[in-house]
């Protein structure tokens, strides 16, 4: 069985790679960029659908406004790219804005930063995977109503190309990337010539009549339309979500790392923001209607929608229009707008494992999280995102409408801090700096971070003030229960460190006064021989045999094989009257350590070495009862003495084709007789 397990890993994930091989794994740049870019690029596909929808609560006049929200959400971008830009060249380790904020403004704030960061990555995976689930449901429409289950089913493919490794998921993740790039850049081209020379036609939507939800009949006037365009404008800063894990992920760059990643950051700006420009005109050009109830706030000619309407997204909805006459160009930038999505949740594969595995090694997450699997990627943090993901797919029913509310907080709180943070890291290198080029440099660099902090710290006040009641919580909520997970995490790493802190060398160097070796027996045959064997070569002060005398009968065949047997071990039976085998066996060892406090009592357990799954279920039972109580006694040293059965020697030669290891005391094909 475990030969078999093995092989289904080697055919999902490949062959093992050698830690030699990690320089081999870095990305250059024209792969780095769909590797960790993909999030940040694909907010298009849902970023203006969220602005749209949110404006159509106050009517179709609001969307008048839909262009400057987009303006104000490039600001934000360009912004955050700019400040970026400055965090990658001053910290290329990849710690991203966690080292940046525990470095500058405390581990407490880290802490904070870094549970924002991995709840983010997490609802990345949900809201991206969601909405690729949507869009598939455009072009097949037999997968309406089943949105949840294809969520999950690309959530465990996606799982399954990441652990096959960084660079070798990179250039699968690549080719798609570039398509989705190449499908809007044909959407935008044919959609503005048609603009441009008058044949630009309608959306099917466009026909329908918007009406504006109760309190917004006048439009977007008072507060009211104040707080709506706000609302907005915080969805749509749902653009900005990805922009994090590139800076994360410096690390996986080729040299010189944080050049690269600059640069790369410098194109993510530059083509989301021309992306977001060009759907949010394409969609005010083709008349695009777009709302969170279609059926409950649109209608046709005075009359309802039809019951089996469904509502595209809003690329799926210009691309009809652009592409009426070209029906295989829609299905082209549809597909390449799901593939996009679900290759965003690969940022976030991209981005976790790495932060997870930073915090591992600074004892605030588990350390598994901290080591990598054989294919060189950081496989329990990948499983971990996975799991977690697929969870809040499962709860939320794949509902993007519902998940967006979640989204974007933790990211901002990342942003802001993070901000903050390089403005103090600039202000103390400006102290010890004395060449007056390299202080123009960082002051630059400072007001840049400045400059991104105060509009990062808005758009949160903005985010946190729009988005609270309507689900925000839950993600803030999340994100007080990773913290705190993380401080208990810490803590308990922190004293068992000083547990086992050497206080006195000589004390720990002294020897027990005396080493009392007990066997663990139930019948006469192989197994007690060779755990009796390897006791007596430890050459204890004193050895003993011990049984627990269950049926009177048993004991009584025992003492007589034993004698027949003349084994010069003296054999102890503790009696119970229950019939239980652990208790006594505690009791017993309980009562030497109370006689005799400095020695140390040396168990001895023979236990079966079995070959096949079904088999574990029929030995050691009582073994691993005895093991998990005794191991808790403080001066009881615990020794299992194996037995390979048949099973277990022929699982070991059919994979090592070597033979069994002769073991102390056993005589070679002993075993096999």
């Known amino acids: 069985m475990p030969a078999i397990l093995d092989g289904v890993k080697r055919l999902l994930v490949g062959r093992p790679m050698a830690s030699n091989r990690l320089g081999s794994t870095l990305l250059p740049k024209r792969i780095a960029l769909p590797v960790f870019a993909s999030d940040a690029l694909s907010s298009v596909a849902y970023a203006p659908d969220e602005i749209l929808l949110t404006l159509s609560i106050a009517g179709l006049t609001s969307y008048a406004l839909s262009p400057w929200v987009g303006l104000a959400v490039a600001v934000v971008m360009l912004t955050v790219v700019a400040s970026y830009r400055q965090t990658v060249r001053a910290y290329p380790s990849g710690g991203g804005d966690y080292e940046v904020v525990t470095a500058n403004l405390g581990r407490t704030a880290g802490v904070g930063v870094a549970s924002a960061l991995l709840v983010d990555y997490t609802l990345t995976v949900a809201v991206s995977i969601s909405t690729a689930s949507q869009y598939l449901a455009t072009i097949i429409p037999a997968l309406y109503g089943y949105e949840a289950p294809v969520a999950i089913g690309l959530i465990v493919l996606l799982t399954m190309m990441n652990l096959r490794g960084v660079r070798e998921s990179g250039i699968t993740f690549a080719i798609p990337v570039y398509l989705f790039m190449a499908a809007l850049g044909i959407l935008a081209m044919v959609g503005s010539f048609q603009y441009l020379t008058g044949g ?26 104040a707080m709506l365009v706000a609302r907005a404008f915080s969805s749509g800063c749902a653009a900005l979500t990805g922009v994090e894990a590139l800076n994360n992920g410096v690390p996986a760059f080729q040299e010189p790392k944080g050049r690269n990643a600059a640069t790369t950051l410098l194109l993510l700006g530059a083509i989301s923001v021309s992306m977001i420009f060009a759907i949010l005109f394409l969609a005010q050009a083709t008349g695009v209607h777009y709302a969170e109830d279609p059926h409950a706030q649109m209608s046709f000619q005075g009359q309802a929608l039809p019951a089996d309407y469904r509502q595209d997204p809003v690329i799926g909805q210009i691309a009809a229009t652009v592409f009426q006459d070209v029906p295989p160009l829609f299905y082209f930038v549809t597909a390449a707008t799901g593939f996009i999505l679900v290759l965003a949740a690969n940022t976030a594969f991209n981005g976790f494992p790495v932060l997870g595995s930073i915090l591992a090694r600074d004892g605030l997450l588990p350390r598994q999280l901290h080591t990598r699997g054989d294919r060189l990627a950081f496989s329990n943090g990948i499983l971990t995102l996975a799991v977690v993901a697929i969870a809040l797919v499962w709860i939320f029913d794949a509902r993007v409408t519902l998940l967006i509310q979640l989204y974007i907080v933790g990211v901002f709180v990342g942003f802001t801090l993070s901000q903050l943070g390089m403005v103090r890291h600039w202000t103390r290198e400006m102290r010890t700096q004395v060449d007056r080029r390299v202080r123009s440099s960082m002051a630059r660099s400072r007001a840049i971070n400045a400059f991104g902090f105060a509009t990062t710290a808005v758009v949160l006040a903005i985010v946190l003030l729009t988005k609270f009641t309507r689900g925000a919580w839950i993600a803030v909520l999340l994100m007080a229960v990773v913290f705190v997970a993380m401080r ?151 020794a299992s003495v194996p037995w390979q059965l048949v099973s277990a020697q022929e699982q070991g030669e059919s994979r090592w084709d070597a033979p069994p290891v002769t073991l102390p005391g056993q005589t070679i094909g002993e075993d096999r007789e």
């Not at 630009?200 to 339309?225: D, T």
């Not at 197994?527 to 002060?541: D, G, H, L, V």
């Open 488 to 638: 208990a995490i810490a803590s308990h790493y922190a004293s068992v460190r000083e547990e086992l802190t050497l206080q006195d060398v000589s004390a720990a160097r002294a020897l027990p006064s005396r080493v009392q070796a007990i066997v663990l027996v139930s019948r006469v045959h192989k197994p007690t021989m060779r755990a009796i064997s390897y006791a007596r070569a430890t050459r204890p002060s004193s050895l003993e045999a011990i049984t627990v005398g269950v049926e009177p009968a048993e004991v009584e065949l025992l003492r007589k094989e034993w004698d027949e047997a003349q084994i010069p071990v003296p054999l102890t039976v503790l009696d119970s009257p229950y019939r239980e085998v652990t208790r006594p066996v505690v009791e017993y060892v309980a009562r030497l350590r109370r006689r005799s406090p400095r020695d140390l009592v040396v168990v001895y357990v023979p236990e079966y070495v079995v070959g096949r799954w079904w088999e574990r279920a029929l030995h050691n039972q009582s073994a691993m009862r005895l093991k998990s109580r005794l191991q808790r006694s403080p001066g009881v040293v615990v």
């Open 200 to 225: 630009l036609r309608p959306a099917e939507s466009a026909a329908f009549e918007l009406v504006a939800e109760p309190g917004f009949e006048q439009g977007l006037v008072g507060i009211g339309g």
